[in-house]
């Protein structure tokens, strides 16, 4: 016990830095004691009647923890408590991480938002649109149209790359995705995305968000560019300098192992077509989209330096105008995009460079304008307010209650600020 008390305090030192004095909303807007134990008892009870079996909540603010709190287990086979270096499968937490570096290469020359996926990939000048027909008895059937545009890095970064999952939506395309065996015999990034190019685009480029691996596709363009792994390059770049020695694309130290936090037993199907993944079990293909894992520890820091607008403990990321820029909604009404049926970011938000942001108050609410965040099918999210000069991260493995819990959670955090 004494030891976890120990890792926490660490943890807390590590996060409390480059705290911004004076920011907007610094005074109207702080946390209440009560407000705050309501957040407790909810997380508690969502423990007590079995849904999940641990988590961790913590709420940085003008650069200091003003709540962090461990509930439960990691894992209800081994009992061992829930701690500050537990290690959580991050999913398309990685997405944001990703994003980052390449947002580096943008500011290096390396890379442009213009630029079109085929610079890097050839491969993708010569890929096609699917879209369904009605054959003559009705049934539906596939034409294939070539690209009116190319497919440019801003598409990856937005998800209008008409790459998806395939795993949702339905219809011919997507099911080809699902049916296509990507994840076949361990390919690495290269193998993977060679796959892709092989399968019909869902849209064409830049009319419809459609959430799938774009940044995937993102990930071997770092590859490409570096001549180096997306893990060599995010640990040179951004993991390494950042202090977030635990986050990889896989749990490699047997030692390590028993942190791993593990969802209830019956909760572990995050797709139609896979279960939540071993970390565990090491493979050639590095995620770029969903491949990560970490601790809270960890993304607090790369949170941090978000809401620092780049830097962090002196040393800077990206500039605050690029910060700005992925924190700017690049699907709004001008731009012409339409949004699937399974718009993730939700009716009052749009969608930046890596992150969804939101462009509209929901209703009874005083939620800030401006706020950008993201989630991971294992349960986690995380949230940067500018306006209040707040992040906050919550750690969980639960597949099926995600959704539901984040919301819940997000509105008492905010009734707690007098939200």
Not at 198 to 207: H, I, K, R, S, V
Request: proline share 7%.
């Amino acid at each position: 016990m004494r030891g976890c008390r120990a890792i926490a305090a660490l943890v807390l030192a590590f996060v409390a830095t480059d705290a911004k004095a004076g920011s907007p909303g610094s005074a109207a807007h702080r946390f209440s004691p009560e407000g705050l134990a309501k957040v407790s008892d909810y997380v508690r009870n969502e423990i007590a009647t079995g849904k999940i079996p641990g988590a961790i909540l913590l709420l940085q603010q003008h650069g200091k923890p003003v709540y962090f709190q461990k509930f439960g287990v990691r894992d209800v086979a081994t009992e061992f408590s829930m701690s500050a270096d537990t290690i959580f499968r991050l999913y398309s937490m990685s997405k944001p991480i990703t994003t980052v570096v390449a947002m580096m290469l943008v500011e290096e020359g390396k890379l442009a938002l213009s630029d079109p996926v085929s610079k890097y990939i050839p491969a993708f000048a010569g890929m096609k649109v699917g879209v369904e027909k009605r054959g003559d008895e009705g049934k539906p059937t596939m034409m294939l149209e070539p690209l009116r545009r190319p497919i440019t890095i801003e598409d990856l970064m937005r998800h209008t790359a008409g790459l998806p999952y395939g795993y949702y939506g339905g219809g011919i395309v997507k099911k080809d995705y699902a049916n296509a065996g990507l994840f076949n015999n361990d390919p690495d990034n290269a193998e993977f995305v060679a796959r892709l190019t092989a399968l019909p685009l869902a849209e064409q480029p830049g009319t419809q968000w459609d959430y799938g691996h774009s940044t995937d596709v993102l990930g071997r363009i770092i590859e490409v560019i570096s001549g180096k792994s997306l893990f060599q390059v995010e640990k040179e770049r951004l993991l390494g300098p950042l202090g977030m020695n635990e986050t990889a694309f896989y749990v490699t130290d047997p030692a390590k192992w028993p942190l791993i936090a593990e969802p209830m037993p019956k909760d572990r199907i995050i797709s139609p077509v896979a279960d939540i993944r071993d970390p565990r079990q090491l493979l050639r293909w590095e995620s770029g989209g969903g491949g990560m894992v970490g601790t809270i520890g960890d993304y607090a820091r790369f949170s941090q330096m978000l809401l620092n607008g780049g830097l962090y403990e002196g040393k800077r990321y990206l500039k605050p105008e690029t910060i700005a820029l992925m924190a700017k909604d690049h699907i709004g009404p001008e731009t012409g995009v339409v949004r699937d049926k399974n718009y993730y970011p939700g009716p009052n938000s749009g969608f930046g460079l890596g992150f969804a942001v939101r462009t509209s108050v929901p209703e009874n609410t005083d939620w800030p304008l401006g706020e950008y965040r993201w989630d991971g099918v294992g349960g986690t999210f995380f949230f940067i307010d500018p306006a209040d000069d707040l992040f906050g991260i919550f750690m969980v493995q639960t597949p099926s209650q995600r959704g539901r819990i984040q919301q819940e959670l997000k509105t008492l955090i905010y009734q707690a600020m007098g939200r």
